[in-house]
């Protein structure tokens, strides 16, 4: 477990505005965050929900998805990023404009909020 995760964001994605419509991003970072104990999909959801609807969040949720995913604006940082739920894991999406001290907020208020240890993996895509 990384007692103490730096979040520093090692690429940030490109946003592409193709001629066809639509907005889509080039590279990035994904920061995975494992709970030591497992939990099922709607156990993580409940925890992030219930993050998002006490902390100093504006955010909203994609109803047509197959998975949770969450666009979320932590309104003390002002960063911007997603949050998706998949395969027992809370994912926090990078986005162009994100800074880890936002990403930083969310993780120290689930890490605070729960009753496990949580794991942290970092993905980078090219």
């Known amino acids: ?5 730096s979040f520093t964001i090692p690429q940030h994605p490109q946003r592409e505005f193709p001629f066809s419509g639509g907005v ?3 590279g990035g ?3 995975v965050l494992t709970p030591e104990t497992g939990h099922s999909t709607q156990e993580l959801v409940g925890m992030v929900e219930s993050i998002l609807e006490t902390g ?3 955010w909203g949720d994609f109803f047509s998805l197959p998975m949770p995913l969450y666009l979320v604006k932590d309104t ?4 911007v990023f997603r949050i998706s739920i ?3 894991r809370v994912r926090l999406h ?5 800074e880890k001290e936002g990403l930083r907020a969310f993780y120290d208020r689930i890490r605070a909020n729960t009753d496990c240890g949580w794991d942290i993996t970092t993905q980078v895509t090219d």
């Open 1 to 5: 477990m990384a007692e103490d995760p």
């Open 24 to 26: 889509s991003y080039e």
């Open 29 to 31: 970072t994904l920061f």
């Open 56 to 58: 100093p969040y504006r």
């Open 76 to 79: 003390e940082t002002t960063d």
């Open 86 to 88: 998949r395969d027992g």
């Open 94 to 98: 990078v986005l162009p404009a994100t």
